[in-house]
């Protein structure tokens, strides 16, 4: 794993295909004091547009790599894109200077108010034109490219007429955009609809896929059977980790993420499921046939 620069010395923007962790409040101290040795970072976005955790993240750049993830943007939302939220975030962008920059399918907002959730769309035409011009639009104004996250969703609209990863490919034809694939996500959804998780890779554009996101999720019995969620508080899980190993098989080492958002862990965990994913980046970015079971 890579070790970061001495303090002081600015990063490369470009973001390594190897494994890095999301940078939580509760690790600020942490980074400051002993600069662990990780690959890059990456921090949502709307937690450090200003103020102390804006200079908290200026600081940390110095050492590491950066992705902006970004939850507030909205690209599903009818009504159009915020212009005051994307002038920030173009100017956090500007200043940071982020090796990738990355949102959601999904929307958040409505009669500019933002909900505390990423909320699913109906995946038709009209959204497909909407999302487009969406992203369109804010690539056009953070001056880069941006990759979109596929969900985690827990029902389907009756009146879709694209299945997720067409949705998701002709995207990436529409705007030139590359992919998130939170592998996570996939385990999530196709066990929650009964989709075929090794099959949706295989629909995906394998140029466009930029990242990996790996997380853990709970199963959770209900009336009408057994739940996924995608709640970012466990390791990853087992299934996750074997399409994961599938993934890389089939589109080549990317810049995985360990997420892990809530019950956040010490350090040293996050460090060590890190340490997982680069073991298995290495052995299969080398052609192994078979990563080790860590």
């Known amino acids: 794993m890579a070790t970061p620069r001495a303090a002081g010395?600015?990063?490369?923007?470009?973001?390594p295909a190897s494994a890095g962790i999301g940078l939580r409040l509760p690790h600020h101290q942490a980074f400051r004091d002993q600069r662990p040795a990780i690959a890059w970072i990456?921090?949502?976005s709307e937690n450090y547009l200003s103020g102390p955790a804006f200079a908290e993240l200026l600081a940390i750049r110095n050492d590491y790599p950066v992705s902006l993830h970004s939850v507030g943007l909205s690209?599903?939302?009818?009504?159009g894109l915020d212009r005051r939220h994307l002038a920030r975030l173009k100017e956090l962008v500007r200043r940071i200077e982020p090796g990738l920059i990355s949102e959601h399918l999904a929307w958040g907002a409505v009669d500019h108010a933002f909900l505390a959730d990423l909320l699913p769309l109906p995946l038709t035409e009209e959204s497909l034109a909407i999302v487009a011009r969406h992203v369109l639009r804010a690539q056009d104004a953070l001056g880069q490219r941006i990759l979109i996250e596929n969900p985690a969703t827990?029902?389907?609209?009756?009146?879709?007429?694209?299945?997720?990863p067409e949705f998701l490919a002709a995207l990436v034809e529409r705007t030139g955009c590359g992919l998130i694939l939170d592998i996570n996500n996939i385990i999530v959804s196709a066990g929650n609809h009964g989709w075929d998780a090794e099959a949706y890779l295989g629909r995906l554009p394998r140029a466009a896929i930029g990242e990996f996101h790996l997380a853990g999720h709970r199963q959770r019995e209900t009336e009408i059977g057994m739940l996924r969620i995608d709640t970012h508080d466990q390791p990853v899980a087992a299934d996750v980790w074997a399409l994961f190993e599938v993934a890389l098989r089939r589109f080549g080492p990317r810049p995985t993420l360990?997420?892990?958002?809530?019950?956040?862990?010490?350090?040293d965990i996050l460090l060590a499921e890190a340490a997982r994913a680069a073991r298995r980046l290495a052995l299969l970015g080398l052609g192994g046939e078979n990563a080790d079971a860590a």
């Open 42 to 44: 990456e921090a949502h």
């Open 75 to 79: 690209l599903g939302a009818a009504e």
């Open 9 to 15: 010395c600015r990063c490369e923007a470009t973001i």
């Open 258 to 267: 360990i997420e892990w958002d809530q019950a956040i862990p010490s350090l």
């Open 154 to 164: 827990y029902l389907q609209f009756r009146h879709s007429t694209i299945p997720e």
